[in-house]
T-cell receptor
Framework: GAVVSQHPSRVICKSGTSVKIECRSL??????MFWYRQFPKQSLMLMAT?????????EQGVEKDKFLINHASLTLSTLTVTSAHPEDSSFYICSARTGGNYGYTFGSGTRLTVV | GENVEQHPSTLSVQEGDSAVIKCTYS??????FPWYKQELGKGPQLIIDIRSNVGEKKDQRIAVTLNKTAKHFSLHITETQPEDSAVYFC??????????FGPGTRLSVLP
């Protein structure tokens, strides 16, 4: 089946630095990828939708200058958390539309801890 | 926009018993309803889904029912096992829109 590979699985960074998270579709081309954020014991909240070759669409309240999304190829989307602060610590999950009307696959998530 | 509610927030059952989780949605245009299982530190995994033209779907020990009139759908797990312990999320989707997830149910299966 369709596989979405997300890396790294865990990352610890110092406050003020930037962190890049990668999401790759391994055996299919993903024209659309989604980035979610999940706080402990809470549900997934959509941050942004990225379409290959165009600018990402951000949900209301999500700072586009802080959460940079690049979807430069049909198999790779990246999320860069710039000037990270402790409040950015969270579980970040990507998802890709695998085809058809309702095919979606999620990555395994990235636990970001900002110290 | 769509709003999805999910109950209960936590559920404990004895191994071998059944578990039922219920969700309601607000947008009558939603036509796809997946259920995801999320284990600690991992991404959500699709366990079953149902489309609006179907009232019930079953896959071994897991079943989902949908009542479009009442705008609610339910997940049924029979003969629960300890490995079923996880957080379960329902979601609603109208094609072309984005998923809206429920708040989740933490299921504990006690041996």
């Amino acid at each position: 089946g369709a596989v979405v590979s997300q890396h790294p699985s865990r990352v610890i960074c110092k406050s003020g630095t930037s962190v890049k998270i990668e999401c790759r579709s391994l055996d299919f081309q993903a024209t659309t990828m989604f980035w979610y954020r999940q706080f402990p014991k809470q549900s997934l909240m959509l941050m942004a939708t990225s379409n290959e070759g165009s600018k990402a669409t951000y949900e209301q309240g999500v700072e586009k200058d802080k959460f940079l999304i690049n979807h430069a190829s049909l198999t790779l989307s990246t999320l860069t958390v710039t000037s990270a602060h402790p409040e950015d610590s969270s579980f970040y999950i990507c998802s890709a539309r695998t085809g058809g009307n309702y095919g979606y696959t999620f990555g395994s998530g990235t636990r970001l801890t900002v110290v | 926009g769509e709003n999805v509610e999910q109950h209960p927030s936590t559920l404990s059952v004895q191994e071998g018993d059944s578990a039922v989780i219920k969700c309601t949605y607000s947008d009558s245009a939603s036509n796809y309803f997946p259920w995801y299982k999320q284990e600690l530190g991992k991404g959500p995994q699709l366990i079953i889904d149902i489309r609006s033209n179907v009232g019930e779907k079953k896959d071994q020990r897991i079943a989902v029912t949908l009542n479009k009139t009442a705008k609610h759908f339910s997940l049924h797990i029979t003969e629960t096992q300890p490995e079923d312990s996880a957080v379960y999320f329902c979601a609603a989707l109208n094609y072309g829109q984005n998923f809206v997830f429920g708040p989740g149910t933490r299921l504990s299966v006690l041996p």
